[in-house]
């Protein structure tokens, strides 16, 4: 087990300085619904810094609902949501503007939708989606831009020379790899990813996946991914919730969830899923 999930089953953890790690993400009996069972209802988590929860479950469950918003991109009908921001201060989400929330996804968040046409801006070149991050930050140096442009092309394993192309000139991984770019670029905090492989070839997944796997290690993200392929869940997350019809029906570390499902819904999606 590592320390990070370790924190998870402890009311408070130590660093080795002594001070206690606080945790990133508080999220208390948040509630949306849309009718009966449809949506989310009495999510309650704690998300500590460079940790990853997969939200898993079937096609409806309510997990896209979920993570729209623990995002602040969806009001609850009850429950709250506190952020740790990078000053230290704790900020309630929903108590916050509006303005506030979109501030916090374009600097300390991230979100990385499974369309990459959703999360891109398609009519500016790819070094200008990646530079447009940084902008929101207050950098203005064109030559520090094109710089840091330039280095996340490289680190998503994007030909440089492609820089002043437009995205719908790139592949469908492609395009996913510089909405990561996009995303990261700023070196958020928290990253919000929805099914980010979906819709991709396998050997496009798999490759993708390693990346974000070793990004996610190499910068300490902590990141909330809702997928519904296990294998995903299994490569990436440290923790899960499965959830069933808007309820979170399980949740604990990754390995003992797809290994000694509990819950009967578990033991049938993991089944279904992961026959040797
Ligand atoms: N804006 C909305 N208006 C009405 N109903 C909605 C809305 N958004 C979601 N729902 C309903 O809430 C339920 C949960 O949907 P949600 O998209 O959160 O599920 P999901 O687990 O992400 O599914 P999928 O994996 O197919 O994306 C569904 O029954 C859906 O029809």
Known sequence: MSALQAINNEAQCNMPNGDAIEPL????????????DKGCQAVSF??????????????????????????????PDAGTIHYRQSDGVLTDLYASSEAR??????????????????GLRMTVSAGANIGERLMAQGVRN????????????HQVEIDASRIDDLPRTFSG??????????????????VFMDEPTGGLDVSVQARLLDMLRALVRDLGLAVII??????????LADRLMVMRRSRVVESGLTD???DDPQHPYTQLLVSSVLQP
């Open 142 to 153: 064109y030559g520090t831009l094109r710089t840091e442009s330039l280095r996340w092309l």
């Open 46 to 75: 704690e998300l500590y810094p460079g940790e990853v929860l997969g939200i898993v479950g079937e096609s409806g469950s309510g997990k896209s609902t979920l993570l729209n918003v623990l995002s602040g991109r969806c009001q």
């Open 101 to 118: 929330r979109r501030t916090l996804l374009r600097t300390e968040w991230g979100f990385v939708e499974q369309n990459p046409r959703d």
């Open 226 to 235: 809702v997928t519904h392929d296990l294998a995903v869940a299994r490569l």
């Open 25 to 36: 993400f508080q999220v208390s009996d948040i509630t949306r619904l849309f009718g009966p």
């Open 256 to 258: 003992q969830i797809l």
């Open 173 to 190: 991984g492609m395009q996913q790899r510089l909405q990561i770019a996009r995303n990261l670029v700023s070196h958020p905090s928290l």
